[in-house]
């Protein structure tokens, strides 16, 4: 059974940066397509970026793209979602999601099937 587990969400000024951690676990994830989202308190989960497990390729939300960068570790199974130059709009719980194909243009919701359980990320002004 896929597992995923987030941490390294927290409370920082804007301008700030913070690092998403993903640690994935429980198949061999060669094949995996895996993503960040993001919810914001009465907004729709929104895409934020993708990676794919073998090859790096990735692919980015407009409004995160030259702030946000995901990157991924294929000997510790983990994803990570580096967040510079934070905006109190990019305040949300922030989650990984993975799905068992290799496909850059899955960008919403139900293109996922394993998603951790979130990790709030708080940007003040």
């Known amino acids: 059974q896929v597992q995923l587990v987030e941490s390294g969400g927290g409370l920082v000024q804007a301008g700030g940066s913070l690092r998403l951690s993903c640690a994935a676990s429980?198949?061999?994830?060669?094949?995996?397509?895996m993503a960040w989202f993001r919810q914001a308190p009465g907004k729709e989960r929104e895409f934020v970026a993708a990676?794919?497990?073998?090859?790096?390729?990735?692919y980015y939300a407009d409004s995160v793209k030259g702030r946000f960068t995901i990157s991924r570790d294929n000997a510790k199974n983990t994803v990570w979602l580096q967040m510079n130059s934070l905006k109190p709009e990019d305040t949300a719980v922030y989650y990984c999601?993975?799905?068992?194909?290799?496909?850059?243009?899955?960008?919403?919701?139900?293109?996922?099937?394993?998603w951790g359980q979130g990790t709030q990320v708080t940007v003040s002004s």
């Open positions: 999601a993975g799905r068992p194909t290799i496909s850059l243009s899955a960008r919403t919701g139900p293109a996922y099937v394993y």
């Open positions: 990676i794919t497990w073998t090859s790096g390729n990735t």
């Open positions: 429980g198949r061999t994830f060669s094949t995996y397509t």
